[in-house]
Every structure is written in C-alpha cells, then in structure tokens.
C-alpha cells in the first residue's frame, strides 16, 4: 500500500505547479488524457470506485471532526467546475459536505475588503467545502480588465499567500485546482449549450466578452498560478478538455489528500460501554 501511495504522489506531481519556480501554461496540454485507460467502461468502474473511496473516507472526516478540507476549483468558462462537483462528489453523503459559488460581488460586498466573503464560506471542523470560482477572481477578472494595476495584483498576491498560510495552520487542507480547458473546447461546450434546450440555461452572452480576450485570461492564470503555488497550497493544471479525464484526475488528487490526514472515527467514550438499551 505504501508503495501504492508513493506511485500516486509521483503521477499526481507532474500536474503540481512547483512553488518558487518558472512555470507555463504550454508546459500541460488541455487535451492531455494520461488520467484515462483505453476503455470508457473501466474509467467509468474506476471513477465509481474513487467516489466510494472518497465517500468512505468524508464519512470519518464529518465523525472525526478534526480536519478541514477545501478544494478550490478555477477555469474559464465551461471548464466543468459543476460538472467535477456533480461527479467527484456522486457517492457521498450531502451532510458534512457544501459548495460556496462566487459570482459578481454585491454591494455589500464590495464595500468590505474582496477576502471578507471568502473567508466567511472557508469550512468548519469535519467538512469538504467546494468554492466553484474563489477568490482568485479578484486576481483574474479585475485584471483582465484593469480594474487594478500590476501593483495592487501583486500586493494581492501577498495577501492570498497570507490568507491560505492561516487557513492551513489553522487546520485546513487547501486543494486548488485549475481546470485547463482549450478554446477550441469551449467554443464546442458552447454551442452545445445553445443547441440543448436542456442546456440552454447555463449559457450567459456574457461569457462571449470573456472569451473575445482569452489570452489576456491565459496571461493572468499563468501569472496567478505561479505567484501563489506554494509548499502549503500548491495549484495543480487539470487537463479538462476530456470531462473523464478531468473528473478521475481531480478524483485522485482529493482521495489522496484525503488519505494523507490518517483519519479516525472518534474512539467509543468508555461510558458508552456500559450503556444497556432495554427492550
């Protein structure tokens, strides 16, 4: 088993981004599907049976409550921040388990520093929270845009280093993912939105203005990725232009995560042995 789990660091470690180093996008390919076999039958075995695993194992977390786990999902549109959410996550328990999603900043929200209302979803003692899109919008989208300048991007960077430094000392285990998809994958994912009725929904115009300045997004994921992948919440790039591959990769980086707390139900209070339920 030991061996097992070392073989899975190494294959796991080829998508980390190393902290204080170079690093570039082109370096992981979207299309990548190393995660998946030749047979749609036994990755669909395999993910099945990384999702008992991790159900297995979120059960002694919510028991034990001792632990906190977040996993930070990031990445353009149409990416498969639900869908990961949906897969990942189909044989567990909702108890001890929620999904924060970050859309635009209300009023309320812009008028405290862009950390307040993150900080407030981070999890409690025994559970998994999810952030579909996280505070590393207001690294991204803002400077996409030039909502800010290179030097507040910079002193932001500092800031969320500081932020994910507490939440680990404090007890929580930090998983960031990237889902690195490419633009011919979206444009795909897209149109299939506005030809499923039952897909429709999910398709925001607004997104077209994303999409029309893709590379600055690739400049600032880059730039992001390398600022603030650290030795204590480290990015990984999950080719994500395969869901399949995408979902058994992010499967194996929680359930491995997850292996590496040594969790334990709580031990059974003496007392309770002495308890005698009459009939």
Known sequence: ?????KSLDKNLDQYKVK????????????????????SKAKDALALEKLAVEINA????????????????????????????????????DPLGIRLASFKAPSADELAHDYL????????????????????????LIVK???????????????????????LTETGTLVIKCFLHISKEEQK???????DDPTKTWKFN??????????????VAYE????????SYAPWYVVPADSKTNRNLLISRLLLNALKSLKLAYPPVPAEYKKISIED
């Open 1 to 5: 088993m030991a061996n097992q789990e």
């Open 19 to 38: 902290p204080n180093s170079k690093f570039s996008l082109s370096s992981i390919q979207p299309n990548d599907k190393s995660e998946r076999s030749d």
């Open 57 to 92: 194992l979120q059960d002694i977390l919510h028991a034990q409550a001792k632990h906190k786990v977040l996993l930070i999902l990031q990445g353009m549109d149409a990416s498969g921040k639900d869908g990961t959410v949906k897969h990942v996550f189909s044989e567990c």
């Open 116 to 139: 307040w209302r993150v900080h407030s979803q981070v999890p409690k003692k025994g559970e998994i929270v999810i952030f579909n899109r996280s505070h590393y919008e207001d690294v």
């Open 144 to 166: 996409v845009h030039d909502w800010i300048d290179e030097a507040e991007c910079k002193r932001r960077f500092t800031q969320i280093n500081d932020f994910e430094r507490m």
């Open 188 to 194: 795909v994912r897209m149109e299939e939105r506005l």
């Open 205 to 218: 115009p607004g997104d077209l203005n994303e999409r029309a300045v893709w590379s600055k997004y690739m």
């Open 223 to 230: 730039n992001a990725l390398q600022a603030t992948s650290t």
